[in-house]
């Protein structure tokens, strides 16, 4: 597509609930980023993949938080049993390559409320 | 860690004028780049800047990067409404991790 997609772009569950969100990357591009930004934060770097592998998961804030990618596209960030803290913002980006090199390009995000 | 630091959470300028935003690091960037956020939406690409002394200008943007590649400045001139949002510098945050700043907020008064 012309660029990153995000879907949905606002989810409002109540706590306990699990979510799924979903982005589409640019075609073509091989890396691709979760971020979470919650009021008054700056963005939290959580996860990214290099193709359909994430070497470094440390960046999910709890084991009630997973994403996986598969066929070097669509990538989806689940949260399971969501909390009250998990409201925010998560932004998807994808890049053509991982580096300094490759500027990543953002979707729009999805705007999660846990009641 | 890398960590980088804009100290300017808020910025309101009157329109016409010029202004800057700062970013600072407390390592030595490999690279930094700029970001644009409007509400409600997703960062936009401005610039990216790797070498110590390094300038780029996009229409009334300039960004610079110093010598001893630990801070970046963000300049506007002559200052419009469009140029209102969040702008945020990112960098190599190390372990693989891209890392942005807290983002300044630019309001433009008529």
């Known amino acids: 597509g012309a660029g990153v997609s995000q879907s949905p772009s606002n989810k409002v569950t109540e706590k306990g609930k699990d979510v799924e969100l979903r982005c589409d990357p640019i075609?073509?591009?091989?890396?691709l980023y979760w971020y979470r930004q919650s009021l008054g934060q700056g963005l939290e770097f959580l996860i990214y993949?290099?193709?359909?592998?994430?070497?470094?998961k440390s960046g999910l804030p709890s084991d009630r938080f997973s994403a996986e990618r598969t066929g070097g596209s669509v990538s989806t960030l689940t949260i399971q049993r969501t909390q009250q803290e998990d409201s925010a913002v998560y932004l998807c980006?994808?890049?053509?390559?991982?580096?300094?090199?490759?500027?990543?390009?953002f979707g729009n995000g999805t705007r999660l409320t846990v009641t | 860690s890398q960590e980088l630091e804009q100290s300017l959470q808020s910025l309101i300028v009157q329109e016409g004028k010029n202004l800057t935003i700062n970013c600072t690091s407390s390592k030595t960037l490999y690279g930094l780049y700029w970001y644009k956020q409007k509400y409600g939406e997703g960062l936009i690409f401005l610039m990216m800047?790797?070498?110590?002394?390094e300038e780029k200008s996009h229409e009334k943007i300039t960004a610079k990067l110093d010598e001893k590649k630990q801070q970046s400045s963000l300049h506007i001139t002559a200052s419009q409404p469009s140029h209102a949002g969040i702008y945020l510098c990112?960098?190599?945050?190390?372990?693989?991790?891209?890392?942005f700043g807290q983002g300044t907020r630019l309001t433009i008064n008529p």
């Open positions: 075609s073509g591009h091989t890396a």
């Open positions: 800047l790797q070498k110590g002394g």
């Open positions: 993949f290099q193709g359909n592998s994430a070497p470094d």
């Open positions: 990112g960098a190599d945050g190390g372990a693989q991790k891209l890392v």
């Open positions: 980006a994808s890049s053509l390559e991982w580096g300094i090199n490759s500027p990543l390009h």
